[in-house]
């Protein structure tokens, strides 16, 4: 079956300790993206990449990392210096002919306490 | 800055009934206009989307009403039923952009039985 998989469901971390999420796919597209939910604020884009070792910031990238060695994983770090990082995390990805259409994984929540 | 508002934050809509879910945006720019619906724990799936350059598009019991001079879109839902219970997205983008989604807030509409 072709699709997203965001691993864990549920993540729990300790305050000041950095987390790493896993998003990975085997729809073959190139462009992948991190959003963060939190509830009444929609989504918020943190990271996209459109190609393979190039990833650019989005709108609320501070206090996040992420990587793209490989096209079909796209791993998020959540560092200690993300003030409220207590969220839903949203993986998706996209053909480059048709960045409207994102695919979404099921998501990661993250609980830090 | 919300480039793209939504209204209202939450919908209870009796079964049968219609239910309607309002964005507005502010870039003229953005030409192309997608709905998400999200289910519980799971993440955002493309429902039905629309272009400036029409007024409106159906699908089924789904309908995007699209009023260019107004900057606003809706989404109308007819004949809801208990399965459509679930958070609604409004978003906008630029296609040319390369790939920068930006969503509305939410809706999470209700349908009674």
């Known amino acids: 079956d072709g699709g997203i998989t965001q691993s864990p469901k549920y993540l729990f971390r300790k305050e000041g300790q950095n987390v790493t999420l896993s998003c990975e796919q085997n729809l073959n597209h190139d462009a992948m993206y991190w959003y963060r939910q939190d509830p009444g604020q929609g989504l918020r884009l943190i990271y996209y990449s459109q190609i393979v070792n190039d990833f650019q910031k989005g709108d609320i990238a501070e206090g996040y990392s992420v990587s793209r060695e490989k096209k079909e994983s796209f791993p998020l770090t959540v560092t200690s210096a993300q003030k409220n990082p207590t969220a839903f995390y949203l993986c998706a990805s996209a053909i480059p002919t048709s960045y409207n259409e994102q695919f979404f994984g099921p998501g990661t929540r993250l609980t830090v306490l | 800055q919300q480039q793209v508002k939504q209204s209202p934050q939450s919908l209870i809509v009796q079964k049968g009934g219609i239910s309607i879910i309002n964005c507005a945006y502010e870039?003229?720019?953005?030409?192309?206009f997608p709905w998400y619906q999200q289910f519980p724990g799971k993440g955002p799936a493309l429902l039905i989307a629309?272009?400036?350059?029409?007024s409106e598009k159906k699908e089924g019991r789904f309908t995007i009403s699209f009023n260019k001079s107004a900057k606003q879109f809706s989404l109308h839902i007819m004949d809801s039923q208990p399965g459509d219970s679930a958070t609604y997205f409004c978003a906008a983008i630029l296609e040319t952009s390369g790939s920068r989604l930006t969503f509305g807030e939410g809706t999470q509409l209700t349908v009674n039985p």
């Open positions: 870039n003229t720019a953005f030409d192309y």
């Open positions: 629309i272009r400036p350059d029409v």
